[in-house]
């Protein structure tokens, strides 16, 4: 069986959402490497290419998505979906970055009928400070 793969989630994604079939035996692997005593997963999505048919749609695909990195150079029509689908997945990306490294988690307050949002972190003391005042 002829396959392509790639370590591109996106791409992958989007190759998926296009038709293209994964490879039947093993469609994705993980190869663990030890660097500096810590363990690194490299995740790769094999794609079938064993019909012909197959072969260009992820050709195509892929040389359009390449082309496309920095959005300047769109080789298909600017309405194609997969220039819609590479735009919901980095936006995706983008709102997990926010959630994983930005937003600061916050607690509910409440005393009585009256209600505030604090910081998850905020000192006890702070916390205290806050209800009294409430």
Not at 19 to 36: F, H, I, K, L, Y
Not at 66 to 78: G, M, T, V
Request: net charge positive.
């Amino acid at each position: 069986m002829h396959a392509t793969p790639t370590g591109d989630i996106k791409l992958a994604s989007i190759l998926v959402a296009l038709g293209a079939p994964m490879r039947s035996e093993d469609p994705v692997t993980c190869v663990v490497e030890s660097r500096n005593g810590k363990d690194f997963k490299q995740f790769t999505f094999w794609f079938d290419t064993s019909l012909p048919e197959h072969q260009r749609l992820i050709r195509d695909t892929i040389k359009a998505y390449d082309a496309a990195r920095d959005w300047k150079n769109l080789i298909l029509d600017k309405e194609h979906p997969l220039y819609w689908m590479k735009g919901v997945l980095e936006n995706r990306e983008r709102l997990l970055g926010w959630i994983r490294d930005e937003v600061q988690p916050m607690k509910i307050l409440n005393v009585g009928t009256k209600t505030v949002l604090i910081g998850a972190n905020a000192p006890k003391q702070f916390k205290e400070q806050i209800k009294r005042r409430l």
